[in-house]
């Protein structure tokens, strides 16, 4: 199963992002699925999760200026990040919320920069 996630670029502070990852298989509809990211110079972090019933929860930098959502017919898992920060520059995947893990795929890069 591969990730494939996309969306990333250059945005100023208080711009907006919308990321996908989609998959070739049905494998988000049937697990809780989650976005991860990874600041320079630090290790991954988790962003947002969501449920296979839709249920959310948010890291505390996150909640209130990201949104996770999820299209199951596309399999594909969306993270929409509003008044974006330049401490969120990162590379940001998804993957499942537990292991054992999908293969990583390269993650898309977000920049927040004036």
């Known amino acids: 199963v591969q990730l494939q996630a996309s969306g990333g670029g250059l945005v100023q502070p208080g711009g907006s992002l919308r990321l996908s990852c989609a998959t070739s298989?049905?494998?988000?509809?049937?697990?809780?699925v989650a976005w991860y990211r990874r600041p320079p110079g630090n290790v991954r972090q988790w962003v947002a999760r969501i449920s296979t019933t839709g249920g959310t929860m948010y890291n505390d930098y996150a909640r209130a200026r990201f949104t996770i959502f999820r299209d199951n017919a596309k399999n594909t898992v969306y993270l929409q990040m509003d008044n974006l920060k330049p401490e969120d520059t990162a590379v940001y995947y998804c993957?499942?919320?537990?292991?054992?893990?999908?293969?990583w795929g390269q993650g898309t890069l977000v920049t927040v920069s004036s």
């Open positions: 993957n499942l919320v537990s292991g054992p893990f999908l293969p």
């Open positions: 298989t049905d494998i988000f509809s049937r697990n809780s």
